[in-house]
């Protein structure tokens, strides 16, 4: 029998949600300062996944919680509160609900019950070296060659492709179309084939969470295709909402914050007026912005389409992640250029490896600069 969250009180379902994270989440990947790959937090999903907690947002007939927004909020504040890291989520928050909208029946008995359990861990396939905020001119061709596709070509900025079984992607199917958003189809493609190769990229924080991803006559069936052949700008637009829902959900300022928070504490950094005020002033930022995505949120449980107005999220959230490591290093006084773990109690943290994962923040997804032009334009009315 399905349980309807909805129906419980706010309060008994934070209870519910904080009684299951405190009793079962392993007190060793709390507060990860990584991403993890799959197998280092596969044992945590098996829990999830037994207890019908992996895809919070899904509808329920489709195998998630179907929170509303108000419930959705509380699932993921108690999962800062207690440091759960989201894992190898991408399938759950960006392919599993495009599949929903746009995929046939088939597509949709086959891979959503294989998001979920993650025996399919997935990969974005979107930026291109020629390709990056002006997406439309991806160049990664692929053509039909039977029942299959064959495509040719190279991805990069390609998130954990290395620990991901499958990619979903965006590529040329049309090179003769008059325009360049025309002519662009949406494929589903595995990545364990001798025509896919993957190079991790060294970032400055030490981390090689970004790969290129070169395709070279790799194969995929026609039934992978997602929504209609050349027409897959329309799903590169609905995957962006999502994206930016994603990009800008509130865990990553609030892990952050909380993060500072401890730190700060175990440094003696509250003693100091000025530090406290600055603090205060983040955390009304990270609960406001909580309650921006609550509006968003809530705008897709009833099925509506995001406004370009989403890309406040994605603003707010990034240069708030900033701000927040540019405390953490603060706090940490003369040793904020310290390479590695600070210790605070029995807790490393490195503050100076978060505050090099934030500088990207504001230009991956789309710059920040782009949001604010598509905020002048779509919702203030501003000439181009």
């Known amino acids: 029998m399905m349980t309807d969250w909805n129906a419980m009180s706010d309060a008994d379902f934070r209870k519910e949600v904080r009684g299951f994270f405190e009793a079962e989440y392993p007190e060793e990947l709390r507060n990860l300062p990584h991403r993890p790959k799959f197998a280092e937090i596969a044992h945590w999903h098996r829990k999830l996944h037994a207890k019908g907690w992996v895809a919070p947002a899904w509808p329920a007939e489709y195998g998630g919680m179907g929170l509303n927004a108000a419930k959705l909020l509380i699932f993921y504040e108690e999962q800062q509160r207690w440091g759960v890291n989201r894992g190898r989520d991408m399938g759950v928050?960006?392919?599993?609900?495009?599949?929903?909208?746009?995929?046939?029946?088939?597509?949709?008995?086959?891979?959503?019950?294989?998001?979920?359990?993650?025996?399919?861990?997935?990969?974005?396939?979107?930026?291109?070296?020629?390709?990056?905020?002006?997406?439309?001119?991806?160049?990664?061709?692929?053509?039909?060659?039977?029942?299959?596709?064959?495509?040719?070509?190279?991805?990069?900025?390609?998130?954990?492709?290395?620990?991901?079984?499958?990619?979903?992607?965006?590529?040329?199917?049309?090179?003769?179309?008059?325009?360049k958003q025309q002519g662009i189809s949406f494929l589903l493609a595995p990545m364990d084939q001798s025509g896919v190769e993957v190079r991790t990229i060294t970032t400055l924080s030490g981390e090689t969470e970004f790969c290129e991803v070169f395709f070279d006559n790799a194969r995929t069936p026609r039934e992978n295709l997602?929504?209609?052949?050349?027409?897959?700008?329309?799903?590169?637009?609905?995957?962006?909402?999502?994206?930016?829902?994603?990009?800008?959900?509130?865990?990553?300022?609030?892990?952050?914050?909380?993060?500072?928070?401890?730190?700060?504490?175990?440094?003696?950094?509250?003693?100091?007026?000025?530090?406290?005020?600055?603090?205060?002033?983040?955390?009304?930022?990270?609960?406001?912005?909580?309650?921006?995505?609550?509006?968003?949120?809530?705008?897709?449980?009833?099925?509506?389409?995001?406004?370009?107005?989403?890309?406040?999220?994605?603003?707010?959230?990034?240069?708030?992640?900033?701000?927040?490591?540019?405390?953490?290093?603060?706090?940490?006084?003369?040793?904020?250029?310290?390479?590695?773990?600070?210790?605070?109690?029995?807790?490393?943290?490195?503050?100076?490896?978060?505050?090099?994962?934030?500088?990207?923040?504001t230009i991956y997804g789309g710059s920040n600069e782009i949001q604010r032009n598509i905020l002048s334009k779509a919702v203030l009315g501003l000439p181009g």
């Open 93 to 179: 928050q960006m392919v599993g609900p495009l599949i929903i909208k746009f995929g046939t029946q088939e597509q949709k008995d086959y891979w959503l019950p294989r998001i979920l359990s993650c025996e399919d861990i997935w990969c974005q396939g979107y930026s291109e070296p020629g390709a990056g905020s002006d997406l439309a001119n991806l160049r990664t061709r692929a053509e039909i060659d039977g029942d299959d596709f064959v495509i040719n070509g190279q991805k990069i900025w390609t998130t954990m492709a290395h620990d991901a079984t499958h990619i979903f992607m965006l590529v040329r199917t049309d090179p003769d179309a008059p325009k």
């Open 226 to 361: 997602v929504g209609e052949l050349n027409k897959g700008w329309t799903m590169a637009k609905a995957l962006l909402s999502f994206e930016r829902i994603f990009i800008g959900s509130p865990s990553l300022a609030q892990n952050a914050l909380g993060q500072l928070e401890s730190f700060a504490r175990g440094r003696g950094a509250f003693d100091d007026p000025v530090f406290r005020d600055r603090f205060a002033q983040a955390a009304l930022d990270v609960e406001d912005h909580a309650a921006l995505y609550a509006r968003f949120a809530d705008q897709l449980k009833r099925g509506e389409t995001l406004g370009a107005d989403v890309s406040m999220l994605k603003i707010w959230v990034t240069e708030c992640f900033q701000r927040i490591t540019e405390l953490m290093i603060e706090a940490a006084g003369p040793d904020g250029g310290t390479i590695g773990p600070l210790q605070v109690g029995n807790v490393g943290v490195d503050v100076l490896s978060s505050f090099y994962k934030a500088r990207p923040g």
